[in-house]
């Protein structure tokens, strides 16, 4: 099982810069997939950006240019470097890890959420 611990959010003006950071307990960090969320009140969890176990990133359109994703496997933790902050972006933002217990079963954490809230 892997356990992850989020922090980082907060209440922020737009434009600002905040970082999010997902810790991991466990030893399989290094080989999971991890992915960030957030969602707002009376609407579907939203996936915001991933990045494989090599290093890869997604993000959704909404972000691009402005969210930078990435992980330190010696810190089992993973960032959300969030720049260029709307109001829209508020939210509670949850990290997710997957990973591959044996060939085709794949199990999941989440973190508890951290709210970030963009507001001047």
């Known amino acids: 099982q892997l356990q992850l611990v989020v922090s980082g959010g907060g209440l922020v003006q737009p434009v600002a810069p905040l970082r999010l950071s997902c810790a991991a307990s466990?030893?399989?960090?290094?080989?999971?997939?991890l992915a960030w969320y957030r969602q707002v009140p009376g609407k579907e969890r939203e996936l915001v950006a991933t990045?494989?176990?090599?290093?890869?990133?997604n993000y959704t359109d909404s972000v691009k240019g402005r969210f930078t994703n990435s992980r330190d496997n010696t810190k089992n933790t993973a960032y959300l470097q969030m720049n260029s902050l709307k109001p829209g972006d508020t939210a509670v933002y949850y990290c997710r890890a997957d990973w591959s217990v044996v060939p085709g079963v794949v199990r999941h954490s989440w973190g508890q959420g951290t709210q970030v809230t963009v507001s001047s």
């Open positions: 466990g030893i399989i960090f290094s080989t999971s997939s």
């Open positions: 990045i494989t176990s090599g290093g890869s990133t």
